[in-house]
Each structure stands twice: as C-alpha cells, then as structure tokens.
C-alpha cells in the first residue's frame, strides 16, 4: 500500500516530491511522539491487558499485552495522520475511502488485542487527524513558497 501511495505521490508531485514525503515524516514523528512519547506517560492509565481488576475479563491474544500503558493509542495517531493526510493530497474519494477504512481496522485491532480501551483509539485518532490538517497545510504552503519563487 505504501509503495503504491509513493508512485501516485511522486506522479503527482514530481520533482517536488520531497516536500510531501517530508510532510509524511514529521507527521509520523509528531503523531507518534504525541500519543506514545508525551500522553502515554502523562496519563499513565494501565492497558484494559494490564488492569489487575479486568483480569479475566480481557480477551487476550497469543498473550500480547502491550506496553504498561495505553492512552492513547499510537497506532491509532499514526494510522489515522497517514489516511488523513494523504487524502487531503489526493483529494481522490476512493481512496480517502480506502485509507480511512485502513485506519479504523488497524484501530479496532488494538481494542480487538486487549491493549486499548475504545477511548484510547478515538483520541489517538483524533489526534492523528489533528497533525494531518496542521503538516498538510505545511506542506501546501511550502509548495506555494518554492513554485512562486521559481517562478520570480
């Protein structure tokens, strides 16, 4: 899915290609960073697989728990910032629909494990979309700034 994002990225954007893909790695890094670097250890609520009073009632899988804790999710941030953000670039309704789809499967797999409560995932998504509208604004911007330069 990725290689295939990356050809339409680089069709789309040409030469200028760098700037979306140096949107893609700060969003992984702010989205990333802020769910598991900042809000994880500020908040500090045990996963539903690490809460000693849902012991036994957690549906658990090939005993993976997860890190100590869960809020919010970060596969969730960064799912959600990868759909949003390429489909505010390519502004392509199947594919929005497609991606988005991506990430709400990737989320529900993270309550589906047992390491995230469904809050978990929705701020984490929220967050995701959060960074996707602020990078990919950057991103236009900085398109805007070096075509007009060019063209000066």
């Given amino acids: 899915m990725y290689l295939v994002l990356l050809f339409f990225l680089i069709k789309q954007y040409g030469k200028q290609v760098w700037i979306p893909l140096l949107g893609v ?9 802020t769910a598991s670097g900042l809000l994880k250890e500020a908040v500090q609520r045990l996963r ?34 990868i759909a949003v953000f390429f489909s505010l670039i390519f502004r ?11 990430a709400i499967i990737v989320s529900y797999s ?14 984490g998504a929220l967050i995701g979309c959060g960074w996707a509208v602020i990078v990919y604004s950057g991103v236009i911007w900085t398109k805007r700034k070096i075509t007009k330069s060019a063209t000066v």
């Fill in 25 to 33: 790695a700060l969003l992984i890094l702010l989205a990333d960073q």
């Fill in 48 to 81: 539903p697989s690490r809460n000693p009073s849902l012991e036994g009632l957690v549906h658990i899988v090939n005993n993976y728990r997860g890190g100590k804790y869960g809020f919010v999710s970060s596969h969730a941030s960064n799912s959600f910032a």
């Fill in 92 to 102: 392509y309704r199947p594919v929005s629909i497609l991606l988005i789809c991506w």
């Fill in 110 to 123: 993270r309550i589906y494990l047992g390491v995230h409560y469904p809050g978990d995932v929705i701020c």
